[in-house]
């Protein structure tokens, strides 16, 4: 009974092929192409404005996913070049989360399966942050440089984040700030 319950599951999850207006590749999930809006409204709401907008919608933050995406290559390049088994251990959980929904590119699948592999991300975008930094060894005015990028990098993503508040918690917002924000044609 618990292999026909198993390949029922299969079958179902492997074969489900409705239609729906946010469904993402997951070619795009690693760069945020289809984010899954969960709640859009914009009938009756007070902005100020002529029309406003209120949305919940399942978007990372572009500056920590984007910069992330870079980390990977660059956790590639280690793996091969460096021989270093922690990037391809963080390359392993990626591609673990991540290449077995490309087995299924019929499949109805959306953004938020993303959050399997998204840890690995992190991981990796850390690992190559802490790659930037450099070693003691390395010298002052290096490290120095070194760390004027990454703290760059960090402030972007809080900027980013104050940015993309209003559409990940449903603040009610002007129509124009709200397509603002919409950054991709593809967010919409």
């Known amino acids: 009974f618990l292999a ?11 074969g489900l092929t409705t239609a729906h207006s946010y469904q993402a590749n997951a070619w795009g999930w690693p760069v945020l192409a289809r984010p899954t809006s969960f709640h859009y409204e914009s009938e009756g709401l007070d902005c100020r ?13 572009p500056v920590i996913w984007w910069a992330a995406v870079l980390a990977l290559f660059h956790q590639v390049w280690r793996w ?11 390359l392993c959980g ?3 989360g991540w290449a077995p929904w490309l087995l299924f590119q019929q499949r109805t699948v959306f953004a938020f399966y993303a959050v399997v592999f998204l840890p690995f991300m992190i991981t990796a975008l850390t690992m190559s942050l802490g790659t930037i930094l450099g070693t003691a060894s390395d010298t002052r005015e290096r490290r120095g440089n070194a760390a004027i990028a990454v703290t760059t990098l960090l402030l972007l993503a809080l ?9 990940w918690t449903a603040e009610v917002i002007t129509y124009r700030e709200w397509q603002m924000r919409m950054w991709l044609p593809t967010w919409v």
Do not use: M
């Open 80 to 90: 091969a070049a460096v021989r270093d088994w922690r990037a391809g251990a963080v």
């Open 49 to 61: 404005a002529d029309s406003c907008a209120q949305e919940v919608i399942a978007l990372g933050n």
């Open 94 to 96: 990626f591609l673990a």
């Open 4 to 14: 026909h319950y198993h390949g029922e599951a299969y079958k179902f999850h492997t």
């Open 159 to 167: 900027v980013a984040a104050w940015w993309f508040y209003p559409v």
